[in-house]
């Protein structure tokens, strides 16, 4: 530690990001204050779209990250008719990215760039600070996973089975899916009862068990974990250099036993090598790209730099094919806000 300390301010930096558990944590909070800003540009661009402020802010694009409905039925009408989405063409992109990168470098969205990931973190540090985090036994944190899986097929049944092509085509044009994102901001704003409650008992969980919302009710994530079960990316271990120590397993945000795995496929893991860094045998654990023994060995922070790198390459390619900020003419969003401004302000 002292040698460390001994360093420059330059030189304590770069050993720091060598670390997975500070990278990882690092780029968690670059990501969470990004999406402040945008929350906060979003609600100066609702005031204005809604009639409530002269001074015009445009919207901020990455805000449809929030609205994963609009954006699978605008995947699904994507695949059939080869149109992209014109209303919230952002929110496919995020959605597209999102699969992608879990397919060729495991939940590295969820693990890095997810908001909801990050403050699930910072609530079971918060519960274990304040010595209420539980011991989950095996089968606790199996029957867990379950409900998200059920949140996600009851999802996929309603919007990908059930609605066709036409019903689609209606929904992505209608006055509601265009204030979407509106009127998810002031679904927050203005709570009610109900919505107090479980943000009060997914609060508590996420204090008392690790990844609380992550590991049981988010059906985005679940869509993700299994897109990752394909991903060739994926961590290893030497059983001949473990000891058992199950340092590995106590570091993982997700409490996932890695030490009882020779290649670690599992849905919830986040691609963020926490482990590698707990582990104190030198190559036990390593990151590979392969399903088979001769896998090649890769950097710790392989998942982050490829899913970040495919983020800019899609944001890019979003952008400069027009495939980015909506197209919907400003007039007639105002139009539709105004009309729901005074609904929630008769």
Not at 24 to 32: I, P
Not at 220 to 234: I, K, Q, V
């Given at each position: 530690m002292s040698t460390f300390f001994a360093l420059s301010p330059l030189a304590r930096l770069r050993s720091a990001?060598?670390?997975?558990?500070?990278?990882?944590?690092?780029?968690?909070?670059?990501?969470?204050?990004?999406?402040?800003?945008v929350g906060l540009r979003f609600y100066a661009y609702a005031q204005w779209v809604m009639g409530l402020s002269a001074d015009y802010v445009p919207k901020p694009a990455s805000v449809e990250a929030f609205l994963p409905i609009s954006a699978l039925l605008a995947a699904k009408r994507l695949l059939f008719t080869g149109e992209y989405d014109l209303v919230h063409p952002a929110g496919l992109t995020i959605l597209l990215f999102a699969l992608a990168s879990s397919l060729l470098f495991r939940k590295a969205?969820?693990?890095?760039?997810?908001?909801?990931?990050?403050?699930?973190?910072?609530l079971g540090r918060l519960g274990k600070a304040l010595g209420l985090r539980c011991r989950m036994p095996g089968w606790l944190s199996l029957v867990l996973s379950l409900p998200k899986y059920a949140i996600l097929l009851f999802f996929v049944y309603l919007l990908l089975i059930q609605m066709d092509l036409p019903a689609i085509e209606?929904?992505?044009?209608?006055?509601?899916?265009?204030?979407?994102?509106?009127?998810?901001?002031?679904?927050?704003?203005?709570?009610?009862?109900?919505l107090l409650i479980i943000l009060g008992l997914l609060l508590l969980g996420g204090m008392l068990f690790p990844a609380f919302w992550?590991?049981?009710?988010?059906?985005?994530?679940?869509?993700?974990?299994?897109?990752?079960?394909?991903?060739?990316?994926?961590?290893?271990r030497n059983a001949t250099r473990c000891t058992g120590c199950r340092r590995c397993s106590r570091a993982c945000p997700s409490r996932i036993p890695v030490y009882e795995k020779s290649r670690l496929s599992n849905p919830e893991c986040l691609g963020c090598t926490e482990c590698i860094g707990a582990c104190p045998e030198p190559d036990c654990l390593q990151l590979r790209f392969g399903y088979t023994a001769k896998a090649r060995i890769l950097p710790f922070w392989s998942a982050l730099a490829g899913s970040l790198m495919l983020l800019c390459l899609m944001y890019f390619w979003a952008v400069s094919s027009g495939n980015w900020t909506s197209r919907v003419p400003a007039d007639m969003l105002r139009e539709h806000h105004v009309n729901i401004s005074r609904m929630e302000h008769p």
């Open positions: 990001l060598q670390r997975p558990a500070i990278l990882h944590r690092t780029v968690q909070y670059a990501f969470l204050a990004f999406y402040l800003y969205f969820c693990g890095y760039l997810c908001p909801a990931g990050t403050l699930s973190m910072l209606g929904f992505l044009r209608t006055p509601y899916n265009m204030a979407a994102d509106t009127k998810m901001l002031l679904f927050f704003l203005h709570p009610s009862p109900t992550c590991r049981g009710f988010c059906p985005y994530g679940a869509l993700l974990g299994l897109f990752s079960l394909f991903s060739p990316l994926a961590l290893w």
